[in-house]
């Protein structure tokens, strides 16, 4: 594989020659706890009285002193391994497995390290350090420096252990909680605190074989989060952020604080549905196939989209609609289709649905859950596509008494994730929130949706007599009548019709907005026209921000590329897939069509017409609650003075 230009490859070499470091902390180590409170006392006990006790690692890091007053047994990672099977003489694969991959993550962890010193220059202060020539004037630094090489450093560890590992796990999960001892004075300090806490959970996971490789997984995920928390805050991480660290023995790109995944992707079990059996929905069903299209010509080199770069892909959508209007046909449809696609490519292809089952009581599992499912979605060496059905009853909105702590955590997780100041869209994903009921979900989760999907399902005759016809199957023989089956669903005429018809709007409150400023002003056929539409919106629904014209000029973007790619590009992939990124972005460029007036105004009457929607929903539904609050209330009053007679 060829590195793109922010990469770096880690030789085996550079890797191969932390394998003695690595080795002695996997074999022994003193570590006195600062922060976390010891599991467990006893010290991994002895395989036979024939295996003595290994030497205790202690830092040769040239430049830094490391005293410690831990306890004479220290922490012995192999021999706590080996004992997870006491019955055995010989290490069982999994105890093997374990014992390779802890110490192949940990000198990976040091081969960055060492790089992101060299970049940022702290190698040559270590060794100022070390010689006692260290000016004042560099003590600060110094100290910022040895911070984010141990936040590096970690975070490397834990990600290649988890990836490492991954390919092991299997159906037991462990459950660690948070991780305590995360220490940043320095690199090595840093890695003798993680291992001294993962030897406690090894500890606690006592003869249990099967969980040994889930405990370092889950150990390596809850590291990884906390140290991504940390770094927040620090600073001098600039080195380890902007550079991705390639290790091709394992596949591996460490890319900042991103995790990273195996490529692998997802079976799929779900009943695919072809899009001559979506009738009606013409606009959700056009974009819906567009878009499916769109996420393929993802570059796995480049680790980018060209439509993402253009500013004409679909990172979330909304599909919204009554029950039974056909939103899960609408995933079933897309998600067939990505999966073809990929099939043919030889891509990997990851679906994933966030449902209730993630919401969990345990106080900040959920938000666990659903950054998992984010991560499993973007991770940039799959195509992925992920969905929240029933969204209202998943994601709780703010400052709603009935939603659960566990849904709180769920929106919070999505609102960073889809539009957060760390979200980058590359174009290999995308993510569609489905719900019944979009007034319930919370008012900025719902605009981070930067398009929306109308699923009404069949609206006009023609669409009814087609799905009856379609869901009768052929196993009769009542003739069809006076009726061109399927005409109507020629997806190209049906929505151009659709567009049509957003040239106004259709919710009665925009109507009265968008006539009363075209009386003022006339057509809307400029930009200060058209600002002066949405600053009229904005003063009839004050939730019309800022956001809401990001949203609406990205879905002018996308008419901008209101095309499909061909069919034979997905059937033969050396037609397009397979080329050059730059070669890809050019044929797009080639394709697109300009800008028109008619198009800005469809889309802000579109998601206009979706705001005052929802609106007008949440706001009818609040008032029929509180009309029936206060009739509780005066039912109760009445009770209570008739108890007083």
């Known amino acids: 594989m060829s590195l793109s230009s922010d990469q770096m490859e880690l030789r085996e070499d550079d890797i191969r020659k932390h394998y003695a470091a690595a080795a002695e902390m996997v074999l022994g180590f003193d570590h006195t706890p600062r922060i976390a409170k010891p599991k467990v006392d006893a010290p991994a006990p002895e395989r036979s009285s024939g295996i003595g006790t290994r030497r205790r690692f202690r830092s040769t890091t040239p430049g830094l002193v490391t005293r410690s007053t831990a306890r004479p047994e220290g922490v012995r990672l192999l021999e706590r391994v080996e004992s997870v099977d006491q019955d055995d003489p010989l290490m069982s694969p999994q105890q093997a497995t374990a014992v390779q991959s802890l110490r192949r993550a940990v000198a990976i962890a040091l081969a960055v390290g060492e790089a992101v010193s060299d970049q940022t220059g702290l190698t040559s202060l270590k060794r100022e350090n070390l010689e006692g020539a260290l000016a004042a004037d560099k003590k600060q630094g110094f100290s910022e420096l040895l911070t984010a090489d141990a936040l590096a450093t970690l975070y490397s560890f834990a990600n290649a252990l988890a990836f490492l590992v991954s390919p092991h796990v299997g159906e037991v999960s462990a459950e660690i909680g948070d991780v305590e001892e995360v220490l940043t004075d320095n690199a090595p300090l840093a890695l003798h605190g993680a291992l001294w806490e993962l030897d406690q959970h090894l500890a606690l996971a006592g003869d249990d074989e099967t969980r040994l490789i889930a405990t370092l997984a889950a150990f390596a995920e809850q590291l990884m989060e906390k140290v991504t928390l940390r770094a927040q805050n620090a600073g001098r991480l600039e080195a380890f952020h902007n550079t991705s660290y390639r290790v091709e023995a394992d ?5 900042g604080f991103t995790p990273a995944r195996k490529g692998k992707g997802s079976a799929l079990t779900m009943s695919f549905k072809k899009p001559n059996e979506v009738v009606g929905n013409h606009i959700a069903k056009y974009q819906a196939m567009k878009l499916a299209k769109m996420v393929m010509a993802y570059d796995f080199d480049r680790k980018l989209n060209p439509f993402a770069e253009l500013g004409g892909f679909i990172f979330t959508f909304m599909g919204d609609g009554k029950p039974g209007t056909g939103k899960t046909t609408l995933i079933q449809m897309m998600a067939g289709l990505i999966n073809d696609y990929c099939q043919v490519a030889s891509y990997p292809f990851r679906y994933q649905n966030l449902s209730t089952d993630n919401i969990d009581s345990y106080q900040g599992k959920s938000g666990q859950n659903a950054k998992a499912f984010i991560n499993s979605i973007i991770d940039p060496n799959v195509i992925g596509f992920g969905t929240i059905d029933d969204i209202d009853q998943l994601a709780g909105k703010r400052g709603d008494r009935q939603s659960s702590a566990g849904q709180l955590e769920i929106t919070a997780v999505l609102m960073e994730s889809f539009a957060g100041a760390n979200t980058v869209v590359r174009g290999n994903c995308t993510f569609g929130m489905f719900s019944n009921y979009p007034e319930n979900v919370d008012d900025a989760l719902r605009q981070r949706a930067g398009a929306r999907f109308l699923v009404d399902g069949p609206q006009t005759r ?15 023989d009542i003739p069809v009548g006076d009726h061109d089956l399927f005409a109507a669903q020629e997806i190209k005429k049906a929505v151009a019709a659709s567009f049509d018809s957003h040239a106004r709007p259709q919710e009665t409150g925009l109507v009265q907005v968008f006539d009363a400023v075209q009386g003022r002003i006339g057509a809307l056929d400029t930009i200060a026209k058209l600002g002066a539409y949405l600053k009229a919106i904005q003063e009839a629904d004050d939730r019309f921000t800022g956001r809401a014209i990001k949203n609406i000029t990205d879905a002018v ?4 590329m209101d095309f499909e790619l061909p069919d034979e590009w997905m059937e033969n992939p050396d037609l397009f ?5 730059d070669e890809k972005l050019t044929m797009i460029k080639d394709m697109r069509q300009p800008i028109t007036v008619e198009m800005v105004v469809q889309e802000i009457n579109r998601y206009a017409d979706s705001e005052f929607r ?5 706001d009818e539904v609040a008032v029929e609650n509180m009309v029936r609050d206060f009739g509780r209330q005066e039912e109760a009053k009445r009770r209570y003075l008739d108890g007083k007679a």
């Not at 897939?577 to 990124?581: A, D, N, Q, W």
Request: glycine fraction near 2%; charge should be neutral.
């Open 251 to 255: 596949d591996l790109t460490i890319n």
């Open 462 to 476: 023609d669409d009814y007599i087609d799905i009856l016809s379609l869901l009768m199957g052929k196993n009769h």
């Open 557 to 560: 973007k996308v008419r901008a």
């Open 577 to 581: 897939l397979f080329k050059p990124y």
């Open 614 to 618: 929802y609106a007008d929903k949440s």
